[in-house]
Each structure stands twice: as structure tokens, then as C-alpha cells.
């Protein structure tokens, strides 16, 4: 009869040698497998300082590229604007610089610039509606001002201010009165919703609305849309308008992306999507010229736009 001690002994020589097979093979293995392992990291590493030297060397290209642009700039906008003149309207989230170095091309393509605006976050926030909604159906509504016929803030509002920044392209139609607009700016001033950055604001032939980036709140959509409905009060009131944002505005709920994905507000406004750019600015106002030839288009780096818009001299 084999004991229970036979059995014992049997099992520990057998888990001795598999620990023992392991402790060999492991062994075997570890050289290739360390020559492999640091192998691939040399190859990562070369890797990564490619990478680096064709970072460094595109931006370099682009760093060349922005020079040469902001280089041209004036000589290429030159003209395109005289004896127009143009309002700035921006979004909370758009830099100083940005809007500092659209006002300076508007100069140099001989336009006039009548002012800046600022709209803050109240301007397109739900919860705010109805008290701006009752401020601009109020009585202290100015003399000629004709609201259209509904309960969306958005387009009410967006109208309003339109009549009173905008001068009417009709011939014989009134200039819209100075005094107006400085009492609609300052009821909307007192409510939040936007502010004046310039030392004055008159009435001008075109407006240029700047935006970045894209709501993330959950009533994004719905900001969105009241921005879409001043920019087309905008442009229908005056001359023409141009949108213009940054790539993140060009997304699917930003302000540039929501415009050009309605076939009919393509067509009636002009949307840049790259104004952070020197290429951008000098497409920005570009655009403003061909607005006022009743031509809107998409310009910039997003998807089915165009670079930039034709130099008026290249225009038949």
C-alpha cells in the first residue's frame, strides 16, 4: 500500500520542478525580450524627436506665414471699404486682441468704425427672456421702431437693435436717430446684457458680429439661436453682416457652424471661421466688400469654405 506521505512527496517533486521549469524558461527569455523592449523604446524615442523637429518646422512655416500676412494685409483691404462704415458687435468670449486688430484692418481698408459692442452672457440666456423681453415691448420703445409680430426674445431684441445700429439701405429711408440708439443701449446696459467698450456707438452701413467657441450649457442651442437671429437682423437692416469666429465656432453648435448649416442663413450672411488669424481678419473685412455686392459666402479652413474671399481688384 502506497501512504499518504508517498503521496505528499510525489505532489512537492512535481510543483518543485514546474517552479523550477518556470525559473529556467524566465530566465532563457528575459535577454530577448529585454533586447526587444529596448529596441521599441529607441525606436520611440527617435521617434518623438521627429516629431519635435517637424513641429518646430511647421510652426516656424506658420509663424512665416502670419507675418507675411499681417505684411499685406493693409495693401490687400486697401480701398475695399471707403466711405463705409462698420459696427462691431462681440460675443463675451472673443479676446481684446481680436477685436483691437479688426478694428485696425476696417482703418486700413478705409472704413469707419462707429463703435464696439459687447454682449454678455445675459444677452442669450433663457432665464433672463422675460425681463429683457418686457424691457423691449415696453413703453419706452423709440419712435419708428417696428417690432415683428411674436414672443421670441431672441428676435425681438435682435430686431430692435438692428433698426437702431443699422442705416437702411432703401433710398430715401431715414437714418436711424442718434438719441435712440443711445436709450436702447443703455436700457440693455442696465439689464446686463451687454456693454459699450468704445467711447460712442452711431449707426453704420455693416456689421461684423465676432464670436469664439461654442456654448457648452445645456441651453446652448437656444443661445445659439438668439445670436443667429441678431445676426440676421443685422445684416437684413444694413448693408450686409459677416460672422466671424474661431475653428470652435465652426463646430456643430457655434455660432459660424450654425449659420452655414442653414441653406438659407448661408445665403444671406457671411461666415468666417479662422479670424484669429491674420488670413482670417483680412477675410473678415474682404467679406464686408462682397456684402455690400449682395454676395455672402463661407471663408476660412472649415469644410466646404473658401480661403478667403476675391481682392477687390480681381473682381470683374
Not at 159 to 179: C, F, I, K, N, Y
Not at 215 to 244: F, K, M, Y
Not at 276 to 303: F, P, Q
Amino acid at each position: 500500500m502506497i501512504d499518504f506521505r508517498y503521496h505528499l512527496v510525489s505532489l512537492i517533486a512535481v510543483f518543485l520542478a514546474v517552479a523550477l521549469g518556470i525559473v529556467i524558461g524566465t530566465t532563457a527569455l528575459n535577454a530577448p525580450i529585454l533586447e526587444d523592449l529596448e529596441g521599441q523604446v529607441a525606436t520611440l524615442t527617435e521617434d518623438k524627436r521627429d516629431l519635435e523637429t517637424q513641429t518646430r518646422e511647421l510652426q516656424a512655416q506658420l509663424d512665416t506665414s502670419d507675418a507675411f500676412e499681417e505684411a499685406v494685409a493693409p495693401a490687400l483691404v486697401a480701398g475695399s471699404l471707403a466711405g463705409r462704415s462698420v459696427v462691431l458687435v462681440a460675443t463675451e468670449d472673443v479676446a481684446a486682441d481680436t477685436v483691437e486688430e479688426v478694428s485696425t484692418l476696417v482703418g486700413q481698408a478705409g472704413g469707419t468704425l462707429t463703435g464696439t459692442i459687447r454682449l454678455q452672457p445675459e444677452y442669450s440666456d433663457p432665464a433672463t427672456a422675460a425681463e429683457v423681453q418686457s424691457y423691449v415691448t415696453g413703453p419706452g420703445l423709440p419712435t419708428g421702431v417696428t417690432l415683428p409680430e411674436t414672443d421670441d426674445t431672441g428676435q425681438l431684441v435682435g430686431s430692435l437693435l438692428a433698426q437702431v445700429l443699422m442705416r437702411p439701405t432703401a433710398p430715401g429711408a431715414p437714418a436711424p436717430d442718434t438719441a435712440a440708439l443711445s436709450s436702447v443701449l443703455a436700457g440693455l446696459r442696465a439689464l446686463d446684457v451687454l456693454d459699450v467698450e468704445s467711447s460712442s456707438v452711431t449707426p453704420a452701413d455693416f456689421a461684423v458680429v465676432l464670436t469664439a467657441g461654442a456654448p457648452a450649457e445645456e441651453d446652448g442651442e437656444q443661445r445659439t439661436d438668439a445670436l443667429v437671429d441678431l445676426a440676421l437682423a443685422l445684416d437684413a437692416a444694413g448693408s450686409g453682416a459677416v460672422v466671424a469666429g474661431d475653428a470652435a465656432s465652426a463646430g456643430e453648435t457655434g455660432l459660424v457652424g450654425v449659420i452655414r448649416a442653414d441653406p438659407e442663413n448661408s445665403v444671406a450672411v457671411s461666415t468666417v471661421d479662422n479670424v484669429d488669424s491674420a488670413s482670417g481678419r483680412i477675410s473678415t473685412v474682404l467679406a464686408l466688400g462682397r456684402e455690400s455686392a449682395g454676395t455672402s459666402g463661407a471663408y476660412g479652413t472649415g469644410e466646404d469654405a473658401q480661403p478667403v474671399p476675391p481682392v477687390p481688384s480681381a473682381t470683374p
